[in-house]
């Protein structure tokens, strides 16, 4: 089954400073990745995909995520952190059958000022 | 433009009774699937329909049902609901003849709590 992994329940990051967020897959086939990430009381906001093509995928809000092939891993990244990036980040992977979404149990995300 | 939306917001109730919960996609989109989320945990896949019909089911009992209008929009009902029901359950919506040019877009959820 295509299931992902995200290994840290909380990440903390001063403001100014690059965030990863960490996700690892594992899939048959090729992958199909996204990210989402969820404010108090909200439902999810779609970040990033990858498909195919580039290993670098540049999403919303200057958010960026790196394809790694040989380390199955789709990690998030921003090379300076917002206070206002403090959420919710969760990794999917798009199910064999492409109808449903495999998500990640997600990391919380903390910019301190 | 109108993103998901879905009503009612919050919800309480008992065990044993029966809820159902309403989505209307995205405008455009023709697909609608539900998720569950337990606190602290990742969304879970219930169910999918389109054209009406349900195309692809999560591993969740009879007791989760649903149903699509022609309008497109959704119903999830849950029949002899259990305490371990309580959770934030999510409506997204797609296209279904764009599958990875559009993803899946969330509404805010409504948050169900059983007592």
């Known amino acids: 089954a295509q299931s992902v992994a995200q290994p840290e329940d909380q990440v903390n990051v001063a403001e100014g400073n690059p965030l990863t967020v960490k996700c690892t897959y594992s899939?048959?086939?090729?992958?199909?990745l996204f990210w989402y990430v969820q404010y108090p009381n909200r439902g999810l906001q779609f970040l990033l995909k990858?498909?195919?093509?580039?290993?670098l995928v540049k999403g919303s809000y200057g958010f960026e995520a790196e394809f790694n092939k040989s380390q199955t891993s789709f990690h998030l990244k921003k090379p300076s952190a917002l206070v206002s990036d403090s959420a919710l980040y969760f990794c999917?992977?798009?199910?064999?059958?492409?109808?449903?979404?495999?998500f990640g149990k997600g990391t919380s995300l903390l910019v301190t000022p | 433009d109108a993103g998901v939306t879905q009503s009612p917001t919050h919800l309480i109730k008992t065990r044993g009774q029966q809820v159902t919960l309403r989505c209307s996609p995205k405008?455009?989109?023709?697909?609608v699937s539900w998720y569950q989320q337990a606190l602290g945990q990742g969304p879970q896949f219930i169910f999918q329909?389109?054209?009406?019909?349900?195309?692809q089911r999560g591993n969740f009992p009879d007791r989760f049902s649903g149903h699509q209008f022609p309008n497109y929009s959704s119903e999830l009902n849950v029949n002899a609901l259990l305490l371990g029901d309580s959770a934030l359950y999510l409506c997204?919506?797609?296209?279904?003849?764009?599958?990875?040019?559009?993803?899946?877009?969330f509404g805010d959820g409504t948050r169900l709590s059983i007592l």
């Open positions: 997204a919506s797609s296209l279904a003849g764009d599958r990875y040019n559009q993803p899946q877009h």
């Open positions: 899939v048959s086939g090729n992958p199909y």
């Open positions: 990858y498909i195919t093509g580039d290993n």
């Open positions: 999917a992977v798009d199910s064999n059958s492409g109808y449903a979404l495999n």
């Open positions: 405008s455009g989109h023709d697909t």
């Open positions: 329909y389109y054209e009406e019909e349900e195309r």
